[in-house]
């Protein structure tokens, strides 16, 4: 797939999100909210790492915008932002604190809040993905496979513990939520569906781990020539 091809797919997982009945039914039910919230972090936001955002605006720019755009992907401040420890960390308290504090009621209540809320989840997303699966120049930070793989595995338990403390809670933690079984299936829809997807971006990036380590050993092991073709070689 090529990365204008992940660009639309991203682009039609946020409409899908954001227009139509996904989320008529969010300001009915606390599971349409939930389904809302795991396509923005889960799927549109790692969709558009992989589509190369930084580098498509750059190609669409020119002149003093594209200047400013380079100057900003090279600015401390963004490889700041970046960086795996505090996209990790930014993603999870994202993750936490919007289900556990006013701000969620609020955004049900209001809707710049409610849109300052998905802003704020699909950024923490690509924020948190950029660092795995990132292919801009001014983004891509290589970390090692094992540091990748520990990083993904690090963030399921995130999701399964956030989603577990939804459904154990013993009333409706929002008042435009006010039905605990429509609470406790979004807090499954969070559990089951966030588990599902990073076991599966474990999974895949421990495949590309394998490839990445078999091409590796096939350049390692690839014979040398001594020679060039019709010359006798100089090697005893």
């Known amino acids: 797939m090529t990365r204008s091809r992940f660009l639309i797919a991203s682009l039609f997982v946020s409409i899908l999100a954001l227009v139509g009945p996904i989320p008529s039914l969010a300001h009915r039910y606390f599971w349409a909210h939930m389904v809302q919230h795991l396509l923005l972090t889960l799927s549109a936001a790692p969709l558009l790492v992989l589509g190369a955002p930084a580098m498509a605006l750059l190609r669409s720019t020119r002149g003093g915008l594209r200047r400013g755009l380079v100057a900003l992907f090279r600015s401390r401040a963004f490889h700041v932002m970046t960086h795996p420890l505090v996209a990790w960390i930014g993603f999870a308290l994202v993750m936490w604190l919007t289900h556990f504090t006013p701000l969620y009621q609020r955004a049900l209540e209001n809707e710049f809040v409610h849109a300052f ?64 079984a429509d609470q406790r299936l979004g807090a499954t829809i969070m559990w089951i569906g966030g588990d599902f997807i990073f076991v599966l971006a474990i999974a895949l990036t421990v495949g590309a781990w394998m490839r990445a380590d078999r091409a590796e050993a096939a350049r390692t092991d690839a014979p040398v020539p001594l020679g060039e073709p019709g010359r006798a070689s100089s090697a005893p």
Do not use: C
């Open 117 to 180: 809320e998905h802003a704020l989840f699909m950024g923490a997303g690509v924020l948190f993905w950029t660092p795995v699966i990132g292919a801009d120049p001014f983004t891509k930070r290589r970390m090692a496979w094992p540091v990748r793989l520990g990083y993904l595995v690090a963030a399921l338990p995130l999701q399964s513990f956030l989603g577990l403390a939804l459904y154990s809670a013993t009333r409706p933690l929002y008042e435009g939520y006010p039905d605990l």
